[in-house]
């Protein structure tokens, strides 16, 4: 018998991985959101004109939540329609909707804002850096990622006395690294489309440790790079891309760092076929590595019982954020695309 070449090796690890992901699946337990729909106290306002309101309402893509001196949730919410977000805090289960826009960029070109994040220190925001979905348009617009720093004590925005944002920065860098990365590259290309030809879909965010870590949906991966580097002009920007093995059909939806990993929420790719596959939570410990890598997938989320609202479309879950982890648990809420100022819904998910 020939000796196995790392192609056929990467091949047989890949199946061994997928084997594995759908095992865990049908053994980790179907869990509810309770409490139902959770409340947004006067909705978002964007004052667009009915029609284009209501389709930027349904379109939250991501959640970065931290506690102000007061010790309330505030929360930044990115929207994949338009070029601003919007601040809530969230209060008994409930979220209070804030009416200040936040304009993250000129409004010359659709974001298309896919994920945010939070260190503590900074807020950061992440185009898609995808094509359009239906016409394979290139959009360089949404190949940008933005970093502010966080006021620690409103939790909000720090601005300066003339109202700018400060530490503001807007970087357009990632797309070049990531073409750079020969895992990458293939997808990293104009009018690359999303589907079966799997351009790049950055669909996640998460920060730990001065690290960048981007959630691909189309090929389950994630992208980490040093964020300061990143935002550097003039520095190299070290990159890993880290596969990740979500069951079929399955890519990275958002992505929550946690206490020793970091929280998956995976759902359907952009593959057509596979929009039925469901939603799952997952956790993965972080550590980059060439070669296929299993997280162990915690829950698969039952949404039958989740009733649509009349200002609802569909539920899509896109944000994630971690309410509270206890040695056994974690308490989170995850936020639709297609439902009305993200549709929150709570749940418990065990360890």
């Known amino acids: 018998m020939p000796p196995s070449t790392p192609l056929l090796q990467t091949a047989a690890g890949l199946l061994l991985a997928v084997a594995s992901a759908q095992a865990q699946t049908q053994t980790a337990p179907s869990i509810q959101p309770h409490g139902g729909v959770w409340p947004v106290q006067a909705g978002f306002d964007f004052d ?9 309402r349904q379109s939250v893509s991501g959640i970065a939540c931290s ?28 979220l209070v909707a804030e009416p200040a826009p936040l304009l993250l960029r000129d409004n010359t070109g ?8 939070t260190d503590g220190r ?9 094509a359009k979905r239906n016409s394979c348009e290139s959009n360089p617009h949404s190949r940008h990622v933005i970093r502010f720093q966080r006021d620690p004590a409103t939790g909000r925005a720090l601005r300066s006395a003339d109202g700018k944002l400060v530490g503001y920065a ?20 104009e009018r690359a489309c999303l589907g079966a030809d799997a351009g790049v879909n950055i669909e996640g965010l998460a920060v730990r440790d001065g690290r960048l870590y981007f959630g691909l949906r189309s090929m389950g991966a994630v992208l980490a790079v040093d964020a300061d580097a990143l935002f550097s002009p003039a520095a190299a920007v070290q990159a890993t891309v880290t596969p990740l093995v979500l069951g079929a059909g399955r890519g990275i939806r958002d ?6 990993g970091f929280l998956l929420l995976a759902g ?3 593959v057509e076929a596979h929009q039925g596959v469901g939603w799952t939570l997952a956790w993965w410990d972080g550590k980059p590595s060439p070669t296929p890598v299993t997280p162990k997938v915690l829950a698969s989320l039952d949404l039958g019982k989740v009733k649509l609202r009349d200002c609802d479309k569909e539920i899509k879950l896109e944000a ?13 809420l995850v936020l639709s695309d297609g439902m009305c100022d993200g549709g929150p819904l709570a749940f418990t998910v065990p360890k």
């Open 320 to 332: 994630l954020t971690v309410l509270k982890e206890t040695p056994s648990s974690y308490e989170v």
């Open 122 to 130: 900074n807020f950061y925001v992440t185009g898609s850096h995808s």
């Open 48 to 56: 667009l004109g009915k029609k284009k309101e209501l389709k930027t």
């Open 268 to 270: 359907p790719d952009d």
């Open 170 to 189: 807007d970087t357009g860098r990632l797309w070049s690294v990531m073409q750079a990365q020969p895992a990458l590259q293939s997808f990293a290309q």
């Open 110 to 117: 659709e974001l298309d804002a896919e994920g945010a994040a």
């Open 255 to 260: 992505m929550e760092t946690v206490d020793k």
């Open 67 to 94: 506690l102000d001196t007061k010790n309330q949730r505030v929360c930044l919410l990115a929207f994949d329609e338009g070029v601003e977000a919007r601040w809530a805090t969230l209060h008994d289960a409930a």
